[in-house]
């Protein structure tokens, strides 16, 4: 959140000398795309990352929940941290920020539908974490390909916030979410978020089982010397 607070400012506030020399509102989703993509590549990919599996959102881990790979209460306590971790970090961004994270062009980073209507925003939000899912756990599961599951994730949410931000604000999350409208005191259709994403992904999860695919792991970076705290091994290796 501290990332986002503080890139969003830098793109959008109309003080900033970047917003000043990029006119382009596409050009500006881009650049913030590149930010929370190489962002979420970062935390993917860091020691805490691969040691908890990176699930920084409810959906991720609602998901594997289903998929049994995360326990009833190992799922409650990441819920609670995601949750937790999200108000307290968009809290700290806002009171370094002050008003540059308060600024109508910034506005917290809030999540909120675009012109095009709660309905389209709802549909968008389900259609992307979707996709995302669905390339998370056929890469994940590849022997050839799933050390490149955080860079595929980071890579569609550049996309996302490029192209359907204008839709949706692109949250995909529910705790990132809930962790502006904290700060914002913005609580209007919060409930897509809430929904949409964790549908989309429950989706994506029910569709890859009817084909009989086995799911290894709920890391999303497993070949690492961390110990998992879903299976307790140090690294797994997919079967060739």
């Not at 008003?99 to 095009?116: C, E, K, L, N």
């Not at 890579?155 to 700060?183: D, H, K, Q, W």
Request: with cysteine; aromatic share 10%; proline share 6%.
């Amino acid at each position: 959140m501290i990332s986002a607070f503080s890139f969003g400012a830098l793109l959008e506030h109309p003080d900033s000398p970047i917003h000043q020399a990029l006119p382009n509102p596409l050009l500006r989703r881009f650049l913030m795309g590149l930010a929370m993509g190489g962002t979420a590549i970062s935390i993917i990919y860091s020691p805490w990352g691969k040691r908890s599996g990176a699930h920084t959102n409810p959906s991720t881990t609602l998901t594997f929940f289903r998929l049994g790979k995360v326990k009833k209460w190992d799922a409650v306590f990441y819920i609670v941290a995601q949750f937790v971790g999200g108000a307290v970090g968009a809290s700290l961004a806002a009171l370094m920020l002050m008003q540059w994270a308060s600024h109508p062009s910034v506005h917290y980073v809030v999540t909120a539908p675009g012109h095009t209507g709660v309905a389209v925003a709802f549909l968008a939000e389900v259609a992307i974490t979707f996709i995302l899912m669905t390339v998370i756990l056929h890469v994940s599961n590849n022997p050839q390909l799933h050390k490149l599951t955080g860079l595929c994730a980071g890579a569609l949410v550049a996309t996302y916030i490029t192209f359907e931000a204008p839709l949706s604000g692109m949250s995909m999350n529910p705790a990132r979410s809930f962790a502006s409208a904290v700060p914002a005191h913005h609580w209007l259709h919060l409930w897509i978020y809430f929904t949409a994403p964790v549908l989309g992904m429950l989706a994506a999860a029910e569709v890859y089982l009817r084909r009989n695919r086995a799911v290894a792991c709920a890391k999303l970076h497993h070949e690492n010397s961390q110990r998992c705290i879903f299976c307790g091994k140090p690294a797994i290796k997919l079967p060739s």
